[in-house]
């Protein structure tokens, strides 16, 4: 069965400085998507990455870097030099053959960054 | 292109009465969703569609009905409204060339059954 698990319900930390954010995920796919999204106090998803199961290169993008490891089933998101505005909560998804690539979610992390 | 879009953005409704949520999408996209989001549980996925006349149960179907008749639309039916539904509604669509890309979610919609 697919799953998708954030272990972490909430993480608080204090502005600049970094924070990880964990995803573990079970499939029984070998092709298979990843991704990230972002929903802000606002409400909306916001996408911030997805990542191909063939392709486990690390992703940085600005302050945002992704970790991809199959051995682990893991893709965690850190976030260097936290900001307030970074302040939201983070959801993993997965999609694969089995679900039709319909997404699974993880139940999400909510991230406070305090000034 | 407006995207994806979703109405009503807030609706109150009590125990038994029935709405449907609108959404819709300009983006000629064949795969359309409907997703809740309750508190700590992340997103359930609803309903889903592949294309127009095309719709499938997610993982939790009950006490929804959707229909695809255009690959603009795609409305989400209470039938009888439960407290239980009390919940944020996503919609969300993505297109089916190539390998699965991003999903673009609407506004949601915010609904209270009391």
């Known amino acids: 069965a697919q799953k998708v698990t954030q272990a972490q319900t909430e993480i608080s930390v204090v502005e600049k400085e970094d924070v990880t954010l964990d995803c573990v995920y079970e499939?029984?796919?070998?092709?298979?998507?990843l991704f990230w999204y972002k929903q802000p106090p606002s409400g909306e998803l916001v996408f911030l990455i997805r990542?191909?199961?063939?392709d486990e290169q690390n992703e940085i993008s600005g302050r945002y870097s992704w970790n991809f490891q199959k051995s682990t089933s893991s893709f965690n998101f850190t976030i260097t030099a936290s900001q307030v505005v970074d302040s939201a909560v983070y959801f993993c998804?997965?999609?694969?053959?089995?679900?039709?690539?319909?997404?699974?979610w993880g139940a999400g992390t909510k991230l406070i960054i305090k000034p | 292109n407006a995207g994806v879009t979703q109405t009503p953005k807030f609706q109150v409704l009590k125990t038994g009465q029935s709405m449907t949520l609108q959404c819709a999408q300009d983006?000629?996209?064949?795969?359309m969703s409907w997703y809740r989001q309750d508190p700590g549980m992340g997103l359930r996925l609803i309903h889903y569609?592949?294309?127009?006349?095309?719709?499938d149960q997610g993982e939790v179907p009950n006490g929804y009905n959707v229909s695809r008749s255009t690959t603009e639309d795609f409305p989400l039916r209470l039938l009888s409204a439960a407290p239980s539904q009390t919940s944020v509604y996503f919609c969300?669509?993505?297109?089916?060339?190539?390998?699965?890309?991003?999903?673009?979610f609407g506004p949601g919609t915010r609904l209270t059954v009391l």
């Open positions: 969300a669509s993505r297109d089916r060339q190539g390998a699965i890309d991003t999903q673009y």
């Open positions: 983006m000629n996209h064949e795969y």
């Open positions: 569609s592949v294309g127009a006349g095309i719709t």
């Open positions: 499939t029984r796919d070998t092709t298979y998507y």
């Open positions: 990542r191909n199961s063939f």
């Open positions: 998804a997965l999609g694969d053959m089995d679900s039709n690539y319909q997404l699974i």
